[in-house]
């Protein structure tokens, strides 16, 4: 029996290995379409489902069920799960706001994504293992990198999933003024990776040998150009937020003004980053810039009926001509009266105003129909780019509550750590601490927890620091 666990074990850790290359590097083909929706069961679902099934035939046969339960941290994502079953039931049965595919579905993804960190915590239980994991996840970053480059100046493809056309699994390609997505089906995601790996190669830069830390500098580099050439000025705020976390907590407050000195000078070159964060402030929150008037009175008529007025041509092509575009700078088209003329102003304009008028309001109205257990998940649609207010919507304060209590949990168990006698343990934990801050910064606007790459990375990467609670006293400075 012991024989054939450790074989068990052995193959579940290369699971483990292969989805930590897996989901940041193969695009998102749909395997199966889910009828409702456009978001599709994937090739990453099926791995993910026979890796967490495998496990728990693993702890069920090794007798470790009763210390697994006993673990506080499990004992809340237990809760966090059993609020989510309750919420979807009254959801189905007394608020009739989700239908039974749907709010199952949607539950069962943020099963498989959190139970992919203690699957970590338990087959990652040697140094080897630990470093090896580690090592193959700098080259990912590379690669992701690359792929993003390759985009951008060599007209690679592009597989995106921001409308339900593009979701199919159609073969794309960036126009020159769009945002690159490398593998992460958008440019959203890609940014959340990115400013979470910006945040864990902070610290690490101080903690590895003089000889590594060329590679850690140069891929820092590169990474921090492809996330200003997503032009994601949240995730950029994140990365920001969170390096300052890292430098204070590994000690090394005296680089934050050459952090200071970095983000001034990446603000001031002109980038659609830049022009976007420009607009944000005059448009969203001085209310400046010019904005088209109906002059006609059909225009008129047709603005009151929320009609597009402006007739000009189009500077982004559809997915019948193969080509992804996300069009910045020149003259907007399809807009109404009192929007921006300046297509990047219009952008950021529709961003804001789409979450201050419909998004967020509709995740507070389902809060306030259900203040313990929200209206259920799937209830809210695609997206409410706040995961908090989504959240709230969704599970109620019952379900937040236990979400954040798992926060709570990691980041406590994390903490731990940086009083380890290990130097690049100690910095390992400083940044992956400032990636979990950067993460929920992220959260502000963006649905991180549900987005499945992001979200499947951020609680493995979670899982392999807490992992290393088991052996850290054999880890070495490298």
């Known amino acids: 029996m012991k024989k054939n666990l450790k074989i068990l074990n052995n193959f579940i850790f290369f699971l483990v290995l292969f989805l930590f290359v897996f989901i940041p590097l193969f695009p998102k083909f749909p395997l199966l379409n889910v009828k409702g929706t456009f978001v599709a069961i994937r090739i990453e679902d099926v791995i993910i489902a026979l890796t967490v099934g495998l496990w728990g035939i693993s702890v069920a046969l090794s007798g470790q069920i009763n210390i697994f339960l006993k673990n506080k941290l499990n004992q809340s994502i237990l809760l966090f799960f059993f609020i989510g079953l309750v919420s979807i039931f009254s959801a189905i049965f007394l608020t009739l706001t989700v239908t039974y595919g749907l709010g199952l579905l949607n539950f069962l993804r943020r099963v498989e994504f959190m139970m992919l960190l203690p699957v970590v915590i338990y087959v990652v239980n040697s140094r080897k293992r630990f470093f090896l994991i580690l090592f193959l996840l700098i ?40 945002r690159v997505n490398s593998t992460f089906a958008g440019h959203y995601d890609l940014a959340v990776f990115l400013a979470g790996v910006l945040v864990i190669l902070t610290p690490l830069f101080f903690a590895v040998r003089k000889i590594l830390k060329p590679v850690i500098l140069a891929i820092g580099a590169v990474s921090l150009l492809v996330l200003i050439m997503t032009a994601a000025r949240l995730s950029f705020v994140a990365a920001f937020v969170g390096i300052i976390s890292a430098l204070i907590l590994s000690k090394k407050k005296k680089y934050i003004l050459l952090l200071f000195i970095s983000v001034f000078m990446i603000l001031i070159y002109p980038s659609q980053l830049r022009d976007r964060f420009i607009s944000t402030i005059t448009i969203n929150i001085l209310h400046m810039g010019e904005r088209y008037t109906g002059k006609t009175v ?103 509550l236990a979400l954040i209590l798992v926060i709570f949990e990691i980041g406590k168990n994390i903490i731990v750590q940086f009083k380890n006698e290990n130097k690049f343990l100690r910095y390992f934990s400083v940044g992956v601490f400032s990636m979990l801050i ?28 807490l992992s290393v609670i088991n052996f850290n006293e054999n880890i070495k400075h490298i």
Do not use: C
């Open 139 to 178: 080259f990912t970053v590379a690669a992701v990198d690359i792929y993003a480059l390759g985009q951008k100046y060599l007209n690679w493809p592009v597989i995106s999933t921001t409308n339900s056309e593009f979701a199919k699994g159609l073969i794309l390609r960036l126009t020159p003024d769009a």
């Open 298 to 400: 059909d225009q008129q008529v047709r603005s009151k009926l929320n009609i597009p007025t402006l007739a000009v041509k189009t500077s982004s092509m559809s997915a019948s001509t193969s080509t992804f575009a996300s069009s910045s700078g020149g003259l907007a088209t399809d807009i109404t009266p009192g929007e921006p003329i300046d297509s990047t102003e219009l952008g950021v304009y529709r961003s804001f105003e789409i979450r201050l008028n419909i998004e967020w309001p509709r995740a507070i109205r389902a809060f306030i129909k259900n203040p313990f257990l929200g209206t259920g998940y799937s209830s809210l649609g695609i997206a409410t780019d706040n995961d908090f207010l989504r959240s709230l919507g969704e599970v109620g304060l019952l379900g937040t």
């Open 438 to 465: 950067a993460f929920l910064v992220n959260g502000l606007f963006i649905d991180v927890f549900e987005a499945s790459k992001v979200a499947s990375l951020f609680w493995m990467i979670l899982g392999l620091n």
